[in-house]
C-alpha cells in the first residue's frame, strides 16, 4: 500500500516519457495504474494503435464467418480450381496427355474419366492431366487418345488401380473437401517457390 501511495505521488506524475513510436518520438505524460506505467505509447499512437487492432481483428473475424458460410459447393469450386492449378504446376514441360504436342502457355488439366460420369475420381491425380485447349475444349477431352496415351504416362499398374477405383463411391464431406484443399494449396505454394528458385 506504501508503495501504490508512493509511486503515484506527485514527484512521479511529472516526469514526461518519449512515446515509443519511432515515427512520432512525442514527450507525454504517462498515465499510472496502480503504480505502473499503462503504456509507453503516447495516447494518440496508443488510440491509433486501438484502431489497427480493431481493424486486424474484425478481419480475422470476417474471415471465420466467410468460411462458416461457406457451402459444400463453394469448397468443391475452390478445390476444383486448386486442384486443377496444381496439375498445371505439376505437368508443366510436358506434352498434351491427348494429341503430345507440347503444352503452351495456357492450357488446362483435363479428365480421363469425366466428373459427370466419375466424380469419384474428380480429384484423382492419376486421372487429371494437362491436356492443350485444343483438345480440352474443342476436341470434349480428345478422350480416345487420352486413354491410349494414360496409361504410358502412369504405367499399367496405375492405370489397372484407376480402372479399378471407377467403382469407389466417395462422398466429400465438408472436411475432406477442406483438408485436400489446404494439402494442394500447400503444394501449389511448394511447386511455385521451387519454379522461381
Ligand atoms: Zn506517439
Ligand atoms: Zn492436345
Known amino acids: ?30 498515465i499510472y495504474r496502480n503504480g ?13 494503435k486501438g484502431k489497427e487492432k480493431q481493424d486486424k481483428d474484425w478481419k480475422k473475424e470476417k474471415a471465420i464467418i466467410r ?8 469448397y468443391m469450386r ?11 504446376l505439376r505437368d508443366k514441360g510436358k506434352p498434351c496427355i491427348s494429341c503430345g504436342r507440347p503444352l503452351r502457355e495456357k492450357y488446362d488439366a483435363g479428365h480421363c474419366f469425366s ?3 466419375y466424380p469419384n475420381l474428380r480429384f484423382n491425380e492419376d486421372n487429371v492431366h494437362g ?12 478422350v480416345t487418345e487420352y486413354t491410349i496415351n494414360l ?5 499399367y499398374e496405375r492405370y489397372g488401380a484407376l480402372l479399378d477405383k471407377r467403382k469407389d463411391p466417395k462422398n466429400y464431406t465438408i472436411s475432406d473437401l477442406k483438408e485436400l484443399l489446404e ?11 521451387l519454379r522461381t528458385d
Request: proline share 3%; charged share 25%; net charge positive.
Open 183 to 193: 494439402t494442394y494449396k500447400r503444394m501449389n505454394n511448394e511447386l511455385e517457390r
Open 78 to 88: 475452390e478445390l476444383q480450381r486448386t486442384f486443377n492449378k496444381y496439375i498445371r
Open 115 to 117: 466428373v459427370g460420369a
Open 36 to 48: 505502473i506505467i499503462v503504456s509507453r505509447y503516447c495516447i494518440p499512437c496508443l488510440s491509433k
Open 67 to 74: 468460411d462458416n458460410i461457406k457451402t459444400k459447393s463453394d
Open 1 to 30: 500500500m506504501r508503495i501504490n501511495w508512493y509511486r503515484s505521488s506527485s514527484i512521479f506524475n511529472f516526469c514526461t516519457m518519449i512515446c515509443k513510436n519511432r515515427n512520432c518520438k512525442a514527450e507525454f505524460e504517462p
Open 151 to 155: 496409361p504410358k504416362r502412369i504405367g
Open 131 to 142: 491436356q492443350c485447349v485444343a483438345c480440352n475444349q474443342h476436341k470434349h477431352g480428345n
